[in-house]
């Protein structure tokens, strides 16, 4: 397993302003590192839990990317979610009690391992954070919805549009540019996501690339017409690429 670090705390974490609710006074966010004190390192294809272990935490993802997965009756492997920083990982095992897939770490990744029943009872003494809490669970059923969406009735260039601007947008809301970033995700991957076949996608790449849409270096995307592949993806684009 990945080995464990505590060099940032709570106070310091470059997502902090994504975990902490705002407000929060300086006794409470100690409070708050006495139960998020344990960090984990994962390695790429390193799992963050498995399917049908039991559900005792939650991950905030302090650096790094993770896919998550269900694999089927007959065997199969379903991509279902693509996390990034700043995004918590195992909301999907809390009304079951047992993570129904499994989450992996695309490359070197860092979370904090939250404890939910020492993280439910400080909710319950501070209601700042009680309220946070609600609003990631809220901000989780969003996702699903949107993933929903991006899988719907579209066609593959319109499919693999939507992924890139939902990945730019959450970028940007976490304060990283919304042209530049890093596609950590194997071509594989997105295809099984996405519904479509890995050619599919590195064609289509390859189509918006020659469209001027996007440009690609090796992992690297820089997006370069937002608004083009907003209105490809069927999505509006109210926010500006920095």
Do not use: W
Not at 82 to 107: I, Q, R, T, V
Request: proline letters at 3%; aromatic letters at 6%; charged letters at 20%.
């Amino acid at each position: 397993m990945g080995k464990l670090s505590t060099a940032v705390s709570c106070g310091n974490c470059s997502v902090k302003r994504l975990c902490l609710p705002v407000g929060l006074s300086e006794e409470d966010i100690q409070r708050l590192e006495h139960v998020t004190r344990k960090k984990k390192i994962l390695k790429t294809g390193e799992p963050l839990f498995r399917a049908g272990d039991p559900f005792s935490n939650l991950y905030a993802i302090r650096s790094g990317s993770f896919k998550s997965a269900v694999i089927g009756a007959d065997g199969d492997t379903q991509v279902t979610h693509f996390a990034l920083p700043g995004e918590l990982l195992g909301l999907d095992a809390y009304s079951s009690g047992a993570h129904p897939g499994y989450a992996e770490a695309l490359e070197e990744s860092s979370v904090c391992v939250l404890p939910f029943t020492q993280l439910e009872s400080l909710a319950q003494q501070v209601p700042a954070l009680q309220k946070q809490i609600y609003s990631i669970f809220s901000e989780e059923l969003k996702q699903e919805n949107e993933a929903l969406l991006l899988l719907g009735k579209r066609s593959a260039e319109s499919r693999l549009a939507a992924l890139l601007i939902n990945i730019s947008s959450r970028y940007a809301r976490r304060g990283y540019s919304a042209s530049e970033f890093l596609l950590t995700m194997p071509r594989m991957d997105i295809a099984n996501y996405l519904g479509l076949t890995a050619e599919t996608v590195s064609r289509l790449i390859s189509r918006f690339q020659k469209q001027g849409l996007i440009r690609v270096r090796g992992r690297a995307i820089t997006i370069l017409d937002l608004i083009a592949l907003s209105e490809l993806a069927g999505t509006h684009c109210s926010y500006e690429g920095s």
